[in-house]
Each structure stands twice: as C-alpha cells, then as structure tokens.
C-alpha cells in the first residue's frame, strides 16, 4: 500500500460545480496536510496548509483533514475553467521533514 | 509571498554532457532545500535534500554521484547532472521553506524541464 493514495482522474465538470478532491493515507504520523495545485509544465502552487484535524476555508476553497479516518478533502466551490489543472495533495511528519506526494488528479472545468 | 526561482525552465543536451540547475530562494533565506523529478503523469518524487554548508542527503536509489548538489548559500542551491543521458530526461523541481518550523510550507520553484538527446 502506498504511503498516500489520491484518484488521478481525469476529473471533468461543468463551470460552476462544487469539486470534491480527495486523499487517503496509511501513515498515523502525517501532521501537515497541503494541496497544490499544479498547471501543465509548471511547479506546484500552495493553495491550503493544515495542521492536523479540522476545517480551513480561503475564498473558494475549503481543505478538510481527517486524522482518524487518514482521509483528508479539498473542495472548490462555482468552480472556473482557470482551476483546470493537476491537484496535489502532500503531508509530513513534522513541519521540517520533507513532503510524501500523491499522485495528483487531472481536473478539467468546461466552461 | 515567497518566491523560489528556478534556472533554466528548459534545457536540451547531448548525452554525456553535464548540466547544472539553479534554484534561488528570492525574498528569503532557506538553509534547507529539496529537489524533485517529476515524470510525466506521475507525482513528484524526492531525489534530495540539500543542507547549506553540508553535504545533501539523498533519497535511496538517487546517485550521489550523478546528481551532484551544492547549496553554498542561503539563497541558492545548485543540481548538476553530470554525464547526462537520456533516461534523465524529466521534468526537476526544487523546493524551499520561507522560515523554520511547521508554519512554513514547502514552496516551489516552476521547474526545469531536461531533454536529453
């Protein structure tokens, strides 16, 4: 079993739906929990940083973390087709050891 | 926000020839660094940890020898690929954290893409 599993899509929508976007994981020690998101040919950007449980809400986007069900969510509200990209959810043990990735889901918002 | 740049987006050598990376935190100082490689459709996997002043860590199975990093200050951390051929062709990202501790996520750089003919 991988350390952390994500669905790689693709994802499709139609402009203005609620995206759920999720990940599990297999490793109690994760803390940190961050989604980036990532356009074709370019680095990851930050878009949500948690620590631990609970809820964090920036504008349209909600990020969900979940420690007893190891399943953390991002969810992206009247999505627009500038939100088509690769979505990345990460996590680590502490807040200086290095990021464990997922796979990334391909998401495509149709306008 | 913190700004991480990264130097050449895209390169193209021959095979046996070397090729360096620049990373460079620009609004910050990051005494650790960390390089990624990235296929296509996959998801970042960490090669290395660069450490200002000390040697890099790298993850298993990276050659240290091939993949040489530098991070001679707090502001840049260099990778060479040295006798580069084609299966190195990949998509590097480097990383950095603007401060210490857990509030500080790991910022990216937007990545060098390396062709190898």
């Known amino acids: 079993q991988k350390e952390v599993e994500q669905d790689p899509g693709p994802l499709s929508v139609p402009e203005g739906a609620i995206v759920s976007l999720n990940c599990t994981y297999s490793n109690s020690a994760f803390q940190y929990f961050m989604w980036y998101r990532q356009y074709s040919r370019k680095g990851p950007e930050l878009l949500m940083y948690?620590?631990?449980?609970g809820n964090k809400e920036d504008g349209r986007f909600t990020a969900q973390v979940d420690k007893s069900s190891k399943y953390i969510s991002l969810f992206i509200r009247d999505s627009q087709p500038s939100d088509s990209a690769t979505y990345l959810c990460?996590?680590?043990?502490?807040?200086?050891?290095?990021?464990?990735f997922g796979k990334g889901t391909r998401l495509s918002v149709i306008a | 926000g913190a700004v991480v740049s990264q130097h050449p987006s895209r390169v193209i050598c021959k095979s046996g020839t070397s090729v360096k990376i620049e990373c460079r935190s620009l609004?910050?100082?990051?005494?650790?660094m960390f390089w990624y490689r990235q296929f296509p459709k996959q998801s970042l996997m960490l090669m290395a940890t660069s450490n200002e002043g000390s040697k890099a860590t790298y993850e298993q199975g990276v050659e240290k020898d091939k993949f040489l990093i530098n991070h001679a200050s707090l502001t840049l951390s260099t990778l060479t690929v040295t006798s580069a051929h084609p299966e190195d062709s990949s998509f590097y990202i480097c990383s950095a954290r603007a401060g210490q501790g857990g509030n500080s996520p790991l910022h990216f750089g937007n990545g060098t893409r390396l062709t190898v003919t």
């Open positions: 990460a996590m680590s043990k502490t807040g200086n050891t290095p990021l464990v």
């Open positions: 948690t620590y631990s449980s």
């Open positions: 609004d910050f100082q990051a005494t650790t």
